[in-house]
Nanobody, 127 residues
């Protein structure tokens, strides 16, 4: 099975940018469709972005579309989330998640679809 470790979180002012990374070990990242989720204080964990194992297809909810970009480097076993124009409401713990690939890959937006999770990295956006 794969182990996932997020990094890159921190404190940033509104309008700023951060790039999160998710390093995979144990198995190659190319074996998995991947996603990012976040949990804000007092709220349920929510979907942020997804990418197929080939990297060919990505998907975002309206709340982050145009501001966040998910990408992956399978050779480096690393998933990324580039976050721009950050808002205070983006403050949350961000998690990466993996689902064993099937065919050419699927976009997965539900938490229950993912098999493996990292422990999260805190992102705090100040106003």
């Amino acid at each position: 099975q794969v182990q996932l470790v997020e990094s890159g979180g921190g404190l940033v002012q509104a309008g700023g940018s951060l790039r999160l990374s998710c390093a995979a070990s144990g198995r190659t990242l190319s074996s998995y469709d991947m996603g990012w989720f976040r949990r804000a204080p007092g709220k349920e964990r929510e979907f942020v972005a997804a990418i197929t194992w080939t990297g060919a297809v990505t998907y975002y909810p309206d709340s982050v579309k145009g501001r966040f970009t998910i990408s992956r480097d399978n050779a480096k076993n690393t998933l990324y989330l580039e976050m721009n124009s950050l808002k205070p409401e983006d403050t949350a713990v961000y998690y990466c998640a993996a689902k064993t690939r099937w065919g050419t890959g699927l976009i997965r937006t539900m938490q229950s679809e993912y098999d493996y999770w990292g422990r999260g990295t805190q992102v705090t956006v100040s106003s």
